[in-house]
């Protein structure tokens, strides 16, 4: 099965579900987390820290012009729409891998929970199955020969029963965010490298 390309296919898969997944978590986070850290009405940047980027991306990005206050206000949509053009600026100058690899790094991570979270329901439905069928093998069973006889089995049911709890509790909305605010600060940060 690997051979024949399983693992590509599920690759493929995670990556579409992920990104499936992102654009209902931008829906409800209100944009992505490197525009709403440029916003001004936003508070996860200081405001010093948040004026240095502004205006170290005024002198870079070609005809980019910081909104204001007011602007952002008046017409969010616009506001972030130019946010929006100057992370793309900082992306295509961040792609050296050894001069940013914080950003690779949180880039690959957040990655990595988006598209686990996309497929949360398909990791829920199988550990739950695997771990039903088994319980049902063994049903009967009494425990000292469980142990003594199917040890291997044992730890394989314990582990799709921790599976399961990873999936409930670990591969949250909030496990994602935290991810993504880090690939976001890593990313702006990168206006006092350049």
């Given at each position: 099965?690997?051979?024949?390309?399983?693992?590509?296919?599920?690759?493929?898969?995670?990556?579409?579900?992920?990104?499936?997944?992102?654009?209902?978590?931008?829906?409800?986070?209100?944009?992505?987390?490197?525009?709403?850290?440029?916003?001004?009405?936003?508070?996860?940047?200081?405001?010093?820290?948040?004026?240095?980027?502004?205006?170290?991306?005024?002198?870079?990005?070609?005809?980019?012009?910081?909104?204001?206050?007011?602007?952002?206000?008046?017409?969010?949509?616009?506001?972030?729409?130019?946010?929006?053009?100057?992370?793309?600026?900082?992306?295509?100058?961040?792609?050296?891998?050894?001069?940013?690899?914080?950003?690779?790094?949180?880039?690959?991570?957040?990655?990595?929970?988006?598209?686990?979270?996309?497929?949360?329901?398909?990791?829920?439905?199988?550990?739950?199955?695997?771990?039903?069928?088994?319980?049902?093998?063994f049903y009967k069973q009494p425990v000292a020969l469980l142990?003594?006889?199917?040890?291997?089995?044992?730890c394989a049911i314990i582990f799709c029963f921790m599976m399961?709890?990873?999936?409930?509790?670990?591969?949250?909305?909030?496990?994602?965010?935290?991810?993504?605010?880090?690939?976001?600060?890593?990313?702006?940060a990168a206006c006092e490298k350049i």
């Amino acid at each position: 099965m690997v051979a024949c390309g399983l693992t590509t296919v599920l690759s493929h898969m995670a990556r579409e579900r992920g990104r499936i997944t992102q654009s209902k978590l931008i829906q409800q986070w209100g944009a992505l987390p490197t525009t709403l850290w440029l916003r001004h009405s936003n508070n996860s940047l200081d405001k010093q820290t948040k004026q240095r980027y502004h205006h170290f991306l005024e002198q870079k990005v070609s005809g980019w012009i910081p909104p204001t206050e007011q602007e952002e206000s008046l017409n969010p949509t616009e506001a972030d729409a130019k946010y929006g053009s100057a992370v793309k600026w900082l992306l295509e100058h961040t792609r050296d891998k050894k001069k940013y690899s914080l950003i690779l790094k949180e880039n690959i991570s957040y990655g990595f929970r988006r598209n686990t979270y996309g497929l949360k329901p398909f990791g829920l439905l199988l550990s739950l199955v695997i771990f039903t069928v088994g319980i049902l093998c063994f049903y009967k069973q009494p425990v000292a020969l469980l142990i003594d006889k199917n040890l291997p089995q044992l730890c394989a049911i314990i582990f799709c029963f921790m599976m399961f709890l990873w999936w409930v509790f670990g591969v949250t909305k909030e496990w994602v965010r935290d991810s993504a605010d880090a690939y976001a600060r890593s990313l702006l940060a990168a206006c006092e490298k350049i």
